[in-house]
T-cell receptor, first 113, second 110 residues
Framework: SQTIHQWPATLVQPVGSPLSLECTVEGTSNPNLYWYRQAAGRGLQLLFYSVGIGQISSEVPQNLSASRPQDRQFILSSKKLLLSDSGFYLC????????????FGPGTRLTVT | RKEVEQDPGPFNVPEGATVAFNCTYSNSASQSFFWYRQDCRKEPKLLMSVYSSGNEDGRFTAQLNRASQYISLLIRDSKLSDSATYLCVVNGEYGNKLVFGAGTILRVKS
């Protein structure tokens, strides 16, 4: 079975600072990978997804970007954080090509001050 | 109209009660349906997939009505540990993506 790691678990950053969140997946190869954000008391918003190395699809315009430098590594970045970037960031992996089920990492809780 | 709509609740029920959650979806082409459970400040975890014929997993029963574009989750003999937010999820217009409902809050009390 696959395991998804995310770090850091918690982050407090000032407005205007850069951001880098990392997600790595074990136990699978060539997974579809996803970045979601969940604002306090809200549903999950899909930010980016990737079907392979270097292939990124963006779902919403924003000051965030994503990269996939290796098959099982997915990175979420920002050059300058906004207050509205605060939230719970979740990385997910689609289990295998025959199923739509996604499995989530433990998440990173980001507070922008 | 939201792609996936759920009653946000909260549903406050006593231990041992039976509780049902409903969900509607807008994309008639959706083929895959799930219920996820999310505990407070934790990641969502897959509870069960929902099949056309309906399926049961212990105290949990999921039903799908494609004609009405409606999904349900029934929890029997509620436990305190069932307290969580339940997310209704369908695959989106493009199969790579899932669309999550905003969730229904369940609180089971002794």
């Amino acid at each position: 079975s696959q395991t998804i790691h995310q770090w850091p678990a918690t982050l407090v950053q000032p407005v205007g600072s850069p951001l880098s969140l990392e997600c790595t997946v074990e136990g699978t190869s060539n997974p579809n990978l996803y970045w979601y954000r969940q604002a306090a008391g809200r549903g999950l918003q899909l930010l980016f997804y990737s079907v392979g190395i270097g292939q990124i699809s963006s779902e919403v315009p924003q000051n965030l970007s994503a990269s996939r430098p290796q098959d099982r590594q997915f990175i979420l970045s920002s050059k300058k954080l906004l207050l509205s970037d605060s939230g719970f960031y979740l990385c997910a992996s689609r289990r295998y090509s025959g199923s739509y089920e996604q499995y989530f990492g433990p998440g990173t809780r980001l507070t922008v001050t | 109209r939201k792609e996936v709509e759920q009653d946000p609740g909260p549903f406050n029920v006593p231990e041992g009660a039976t509780v049902a959650f409903n969900c509607t979806y807008s994309n008639s082409a959706s083929q895959s349906f799930f219920w996820y459970r999310q505990d407070c400040r934790k990641e969502p975890k897959l509870l069960m997939s929902v099949y056309s014929s309906g399926n049961e997993d212990g105290r949990f029963t999921a039903q799908l009505n494609r004609a009405s574009q409606y999904i349900s989750l029934l929890i029997r003999d509620s436990k305190l540990s069932d307290s969580a937010t339940y997310l209704c999820v369908v695959n989106g217009e493009y199969g790579n993506k899932l669309v999550f409902g905003a969730g229904t809050i369940l609180r089971v009390k002794s």
